[in-house]
């Protein structure tokens, strides 16, 4: 049974770092991708990052790029979004799901079933 359970997340002032888990059962990272993904309420679910099968590579939205970075334990099946230099704006509950394949373009990701429970993150100015 394919299954997507997250962690992390909380509360943290402007310019601290959270990092997201995200524990894979049923399938295996090292064979299928990874997608994150915000979304704050009444607005539309925005693409984040996403990493590879392995960990080969991964993709970044502009507004996290060079401050999120994604990552994989292929032994724990565990994907992570470490993210620093939060702003207020990173505020939103964030989710993991499987991907078809991690484009450049992580707005163009492709997503199929197994979505994680969600984690909040707060950013507090």
């Known amino acids: 049974q394919v299954q997507i359970v997250q962690s992390g997340g909380g509360l943290v002032q402007s310019g601290g770092s959270l990092r997201l888990s995200c524990a894979a059962s049923?399938?295996?990272?090292?064979?299928?991708?990874i997608g994150w993904f915000r979304q704050v309420p009444g607005k539309e679910r925005e693409a984040v990052s996403c990493?590879?099968?392995?960990?080969?590579?991964?993709n970044y939205a502009d507004s996290v790029k060079g401050r999120f970075t994604s990552s994989g334990d292929n032994a724990e099946n565990t994907v992570y979004l470490q993210m620093n230099d939060l702003k207020p704006e990173d505020t939103a509950t964030y989710y993991c799901?499987?991907?078809?394949?991690?484009?450049?373009?992580?707005?163009?990701?492709?997503?199929?079933?197994?979505w994680g429970q969600g984690s909040q993150v707060t950013v507090s100015s």
């Open positions: 049923g399938f295996s990272v090292s064979y299928v991708g």
């Open positions: 799901t499987r991907i078809r394949t991690c484009s450049e373009d992580v707005r163009a990701l492709r997503t199929f079933g197994s």
């Open positions: 990493i590879s099968p392995s960990g080969r590579y991964s």
